[in-house]
């Protein structure tokens, strides 16, 4: 694998990891419900996913990630986007919901936690902010998820609206590492992959990777680690 570089890690822009993936691809069959996919779709960017960049006003192609609020002062994101910062998290900003140009709200880091271990199953933290974030909802991570998958993200091209894919399939599983049938451009890095539950969002993993044979990207689910520090807050 060879690593990408997010804001903090001297240069790259949150371009994801590329890696193998050996074999030929699971095939996924998904039995969609007339409207099922109306009513996915219908489902709008929840405010907690929001952009990760260094500085107030990243220009077009300068390094940015993508991350999700999942606690009042806790933001999820792959951990290269964060590393080359850890050491000056005040220099991280969250931008939450950011549209346009425009955030719902914005904090920087007061510190960073990374996931336990090594490797690509690891490539995980959290960005504690400064401050907590009012009047957004946090997105609760799942235990579990289908097969189908959506993910928000801050292209590095283009980093002051999200785009957005639904048809992220869980192509492939080893333990905690999903190999995805959606693309993953510079940028993508840190973006959740989410699914619906109760007319919401829930956090079912978090892209780090892209594939470079074939077609795809990796997510990663959330560690035990990092999620009790998100259910201690």
Excluded at 56 to 77: E, K, S
Excluded at 114 to 122: I, S
Aim: net charge neutral.
């Amino acid at each position: 694998a060879e690593r990408g570089h997010g804001p903090g890690a001297g240069g790259g822009g949150g371009r994801p990891f590329r890696v193998r993936v050996a074999g030929a691809a699971l095939a996924v069959g998904l039995a969609l419900v007339p409207g099922a996919a109306a009513a996915w779709q219908d489902l709008a960017m929840p405010g907690a996913v929001g952009r990760i960049s260094l500085g107030a006003d990243p220009r077009h192609g300068t390094a940015t990630c993508t991350g999700t609020l999942v606690a009042p002062d806790l933001v999820l994101t792959a951990g290269h986007c964060v590393r080359g910062a850890a050491a000056a998290p005040a220099a991280i900003l969250f931008s939450a919901g950011m549209t346009d140009g425009t955030a719902v709200a914005e904090g920087r880091g007061a510190a960073v936690i990374f996931a336990q271990g090594q490797g690509l199953a690891a490539d995980l933290a959290l960005l504690r902010l400064s401050r907590r974030l009012e009047g957004i909802a946090p997105l609760p991570i799942g235990a579990e998820s289908g097969p189908r998958l959506t993910r928000f993200g801050y292209r590095r091209d283009g980093p002051d609206t999200p785009d957005r894919e639904d048809l992220c399939l869980i192509l492939e599983q080893e333990g905690p590492v999903l190999r995805l049938g959606c693309s993953a451009q510079a940028g993508h890095s840190g973006a959740a992959v989410l699914s619906p539950v109760a007319g919401g969002w829930q956090v079912a993993g978090v892209m780090v990777a892209r594939v470079t044979t074939g077609f795809g990207s990796v997510a990663v689910r959330v560690p035990a680690d990092l999620a009790a520090v998100i259910a201690a807050d």
